[in-house]
């Protein structure tokens, strides 16, 4: 094993573990993260080579890059001692290679000249390889970490790493700007944070070949970060109106602008309670982001009145039966969203192959919220629940697997006897008064 320094991004701390642990199993690598601290952006793990840390960076969204760590220090003259300590053979290696030498700087940096001192001070590895600034063979980096937050003064660090760059993040690689809503054609006020949707693709284990299906499509997002790892993408929605765009900006043209078309299944208009896929229909991961009932109350396809419903079914139009006609709309009825959960859940369990997994996000109260209220099915054991804070209220990125037949969890739904259903009046009264 050897060691390898991660560089994260400041972004959601709190993610990073389940990212990367997710894309390491996804590989069928073993890592321990068990040091990493949401404080600190470096983390030193140890990996069997560099094709490993290669498969776990490249798609990260959380991280900006992994090391071949070389040395570390907490002064410049203990950098080059433990550079020196670890060589074991390193330095004849890649001492033909063309090469240059990078920066990075956590809450301070360096000016030109103190970088080329720098440079020159690691004259000791007497590389005679060419010194190249466009695609050098390898890629020579000193991360520091600062302790004052004013750069300016921020002159010191209080620790040094010297690596061989292995890998940079596809946040590196710009796929934040690629995916953003400000550029994106067919939005909606739906649409979901890129960085997040790609996030969750990661951590639900998307990837070429694997069907993701999206039961609350709307403007596509998470199928459109799906498609961004291969995934071959199928959603569905209750709101024809959302799937349809406008004219020819919609949601396969988003596929088109990503360059993604060829991992575009279909979209249906369907009620996810009223669910039509067949019973055979493959489905190897499901990401969404369920109606929360914020923006309008959650509604299903049914009548409120059953009765009232039934004496409608013969009501004859042009000779045809008024509910069979394609021009008929369906009643709707509400719904609560506990009841949603639950059917996700048992649609998950009966549907996703052993290690598929749920990847759904859910909003909660922050000053009532409660671990039981996250659902919980037993053929579903719960990987991670991620808090995404706001003001007063959060929401919950929940990620299941299914289990095989061994496995025995229970099934319960906190939701039900709880606060989700004030969560609408709660939201629109600020959170002021708690839920009974
Ligand atoms: C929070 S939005 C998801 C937005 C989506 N992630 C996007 O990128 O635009 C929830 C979606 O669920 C849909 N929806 C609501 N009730 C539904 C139901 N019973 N079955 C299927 N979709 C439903 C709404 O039309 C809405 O588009």
Redesign the pocket.
Known sequence: MKDYLIYFAQAYPNFRRAELESLAHYHGINIDLSHHSETSPFLIVQLENDEQARKIMERSVLSRGIYELWGQGNTLEELHQSVKDNDNGKFELYNKSSFKFDFIGYMGRRNNKQKFEMIESFQFLAFEGPIRMKNPDEVYTILEEYEVMDREKATTPIKMWFGREIQLSARCNNVLDKYDLKSRKYI?T???DAELALVTCNIAEVGPKKIVY?????????LVAASNYGGLTIG????VR?LRGKGDVNIKSNFKQYGTTTEFLDILT????NNAFRQDFFIDTIV?????GVREG????GAKNEEKAAGRENVVINGEKAHLRRDFIQPKKP?ELSN?LDDLLKFSASRLPVNGRLAFWMPTANDDFEINQIPQHENLELLYNLEQEFNKWSRRLLVYVKRDEDYKGVTKNGLKENNIKNFRDRYFRGFSEKSK
Not at 298 to 301: A, E, G, N, T
């Open positions: 909606g739906t649409s979901f999206d039961p609350f499509t709307g403007t596509g997002s998470f569905s929605d209750i709101d959302i369907m009620d996810f309670t969404c982001d369920p109606p929360y959650l509604k299903v396809c719904y949603l």
